[in-house]
């Protein structure tokens, strides 16, 4: 079985500052990683997705991901965050077996970028 | 119109009442899920549905039923609804085969559901 840790579940900043948003994932096999972004009052949506290749990927609106199998992690970057931003962000992990039909969500953190 | 969709979006409902949440979508998808939401839980597996007549269990299906009565349409059963129900309802899809298998899940725009 799989678990995710997503141990901030609050993280203000201010706009145009950098952020993190930590992932740490336990799995006794080789996994599939995802970011889920949730707007206020809205449903979730992918933000980006690790498969296999490159072990950085990256959304379409600046923020990245990279993979460390040694560290377990899959920590959400972005060099600078807009008010835009400010949403609920879920990692989750799926085993390479199962791929994308289970899917198992961490608790969330919440990004607040205020002026 | 949206993709996937969710009826209805807002419930207040008693103790001990039956209430069915509904999803529908038209991205042809053969694979259907719920999910609950609750503040510092994050999204827990109630049910999935690889196709019509295939039906799983999530990690927590106590308490709860499912119909999958088309491709396109998958609802979920309260049969007799507690407080402990209230949480946000989500309904999301996915599909394809061989590589694009591993494509996202499409989630629905959620079902708050109130249980008093």
């Known amino acids: 079985a799989q678990s995710v840790t997503q141990l901030d579940s609050q993280v203000p900043v201010f706009e145009e500052a950098p952020v993190e948003l930590r992932c740490n994932y336990s799995s006794s096999v080789s996994v599939y990683l995802f970011w889920y972004v949730q707007y206020p009052n809205q449903g979730l949506q992918l933000l980006l997705k690790y498969l296999s290749g490159s072990t950085l990927v990256e959304s379409i609106n600046g923020f990245e991901a990279e993979f460390n199998k040694s560290q377990t992690s899959f920590h959400l970057r972005k060099p600078s965050v807009h008010i835009s931003d400010t949403a609920e962000y879920f990692c989750?992990?799926?085993?390479?077996?199962?791929?994308?039909?289970?899917?198992?969500f961490g608790t969330g953190t919440r990004l607040l970028v205020s002026p | 119109d949206a993709d996937v969709t969710q009826t209805p979006r807002n419930r207040i409902t008693k103790t001990g009442k039956r209430i069915m949440l509904e999803c529908s979508q038209t991205?042809?998808?053969?694979?259907m899920y719920w999910y609950r939401q609750d503040p510092g839980l994050g999204l827990r597996l109630i049910y999935y549905?690889?196709?019509?007549?295939?039906?799983n269990k999530g990690e927590i299906s106590d308490g709860y039923s499912v119909s999958r009565q088309a491709q396109a349409k998958f609802s979920l059963s309260l049969e007799s609804a507690i407080p402990n129900q209230t949480a946000l309802y989500f309904c999301?899809?996915?599909?394809?085969?061989?590589?694009?298998?591993?494509?996202?899940?499409?989630f629905g725009p959620g079902t708050r559901l109130t249980v008093l």
């Open positions: 989750a992990v799926s085993d390479r077996v199962t791929g994308f039909q289970k899917l198992v």
């Open positions: 999301a899809t996915s599909g394809g085969t061989g590589r694009t298998l591993y494509n996202e899940q499409f």
């Open positions: 549905s690889f196709d019509v007549k295939d039906i």
């Open positions: 991205k042809g998808h053969d694979r």
